[in-house]
Structures are given as C-alpha cells and as structure tokens.
C-alpha cells in the first residue's frame, strides 16, 4: 500500500497564476483533510471531506477551493496564487471518525512545496 | 479559544541520552491526544494516541505521558538514536467533533537534534 500520496512534490508559481494539487489514499478511508504548514506555526485546516461528496471550511480556507473527486482523491485549488500561499501543503485521510472514535488516526502524505513569487 | 503549547521549541542532547518533550493544552472538553514524529521534508506519522482515561502509552523507545486534571502530556525518549531528529507535534482533539480529525488543535512542535 502507498498510503497518501501527493503530486506534485515541489512546484513554483507566479502570482496570480491556478493549480491543483492532487492527493489520493488507498487506504480506504472514508474521511480527507489538506492543511498548509508554515514555518513557526503548527498545522492549519484548511478544509475537509469527512465523505465522498461532503466538504467543509476548515481554519483558513480563503483562497483556495476542494473537490472530492471519489473515495479515493481530494483535490486542491488555488485559483489566483499570492505569495501568502506560499507554504508546505499536507493532504492526510482517517477512517471515519465516529465509527473509528477515540482512536481516529490521520495518515498524512509527504507534502507539496509551493512556492508563489 | 482551544490551544496547544510545546516547549522547549528546539533541544540540542547527545546521542544515547534521554529526553522529554512537554505539552500543554486548554482544549476542552477532551477527546484525545496524539503525538507525531515529523522528520525534515517529510509529513507526520503517529506516535500515540491517548483518550482521557489513558495516563501512560509506549511505542517502543517512546513513552508519552497524559495527565488530563493539569492538561498535561509528555513524551519521553530513551536512548536517543540519530533518527530520533525530527519535530515532534503534540495534537488535541475536541470531544465536540466526535473526536474527528476536524476538530484537532495542533501545537507548532519540538525540534530535537540529536547530535553523535
């Protein structure tokens, strides 16, 4: 099994410019989450997909939009990239977390590396 | 407003000696406690996951410790290796949320250098 998995690994972009990052996990989770980690400060939400066909806002979710695309992917979209979406992106999937609760653990991928000039 | 704090924010020990990370939290009401290994370039992996009637968990070489009257936790490492270097990322989760992953509060980490 990959686990999470996440493309691209690495990526510059100019302002204004749109991307999508790709996540996918075999792991049949039912529950995907992307956050965005900056230097100094601990992992942030930004949204979520607590099952297919489901997402919500997270903690900083402007600027950017989500898609689950089926069980398997979530995808992240930066429309118009600005330089403060410069950051180290982490896709991550859990089992549902009633269903799985106490014990609801997050598998996270290796991380996007955005830079936005 | 729910929080996590860690400290130290960054320890230098020598390789074979043991450490332990703090963390601190106001979340409430609490679910759970996790702790994560992060090492340079890579994404998080689980060390422990604690609920409240938990006060002791290993994993291996590590040992993480919750005492949820003081929302305190701990984790101990022994013997320090090389590959212990990594952040280590103390997380709540909220009862609130049915202890999903929407609801967790993260801490910004320890940096632990283990030096030869």
């Known amino acids: 099994n990959a686990g999470v998995t996440q493309t691209p690994k690495f990526q510059v972009l100019k302002t204004g410019q749109s991307m999508t990052l790709q996540c996918a996990q075999d792991?049949?989770?039912?529950?995907m989450y992307w956050y965005r980690q900056d230097p100094g400060m601990g992992l942030r939400l930004i949204y979520y997909s607590a099952s297919e066909g489901t997402t919500d806002k997270g903690e900083v979710p402007n600027g950017y939009n989500v898609s689950r695309l089926n069980k398997r992917e979530f995808s992240l979209r930066l429309e118009s990239a600005a330089p403060s979406q410069t950051s180290v992106y982490f896709c991550?999937?859990?089992?549902?977390?009633?269903?799985?609760?106490?014990?609801?653990?997050?598998?996270f991928g290796p991380g996007t590396r955005l830079t936005v000039l | 407003k729910n929080q996590v704090e860690q400290s130290p924010q960054s320890l230098i020990i020598l390789e074979g000696k043991n450490c332990t990370l703090q963390?601190?939290?106001?979340?409430?009401?609490?679910?759970?406690l996790r702790w994560y290994k992060q090492d340079t370039g890579r994404g998080p992996v689980s060390l422990t996951i604690m609920t409240f009637s938990e006060n002791t968990k290993s994993n291996g070489r590590y040992t993480a410790t919750l005492d949820a009257d003081t929302k305190q936790s701990s984790l101990h490492i022994t013997a320090s290796q090389l590959s212990d270097s990594a952040s280590y990322i103390c997380v709540v989760s909220a009862l609130e949320s049915g202890g999903g992953a929407d609801g967790l509060t993260f801490g910004k980490g320890t940096h632990l250098i283990i030096q030869p």
């Open positions: 991550a999937s859990s089992e549902d977390p009633i269903r799985a609760f106490p014990y609801n653990e997050q598998f």
């Open positions: 963390c601190n939290y106001t979340v409430s009401p609490f679910s759970n």
């Open positions: 792991m049949n989770h039912n529950s």
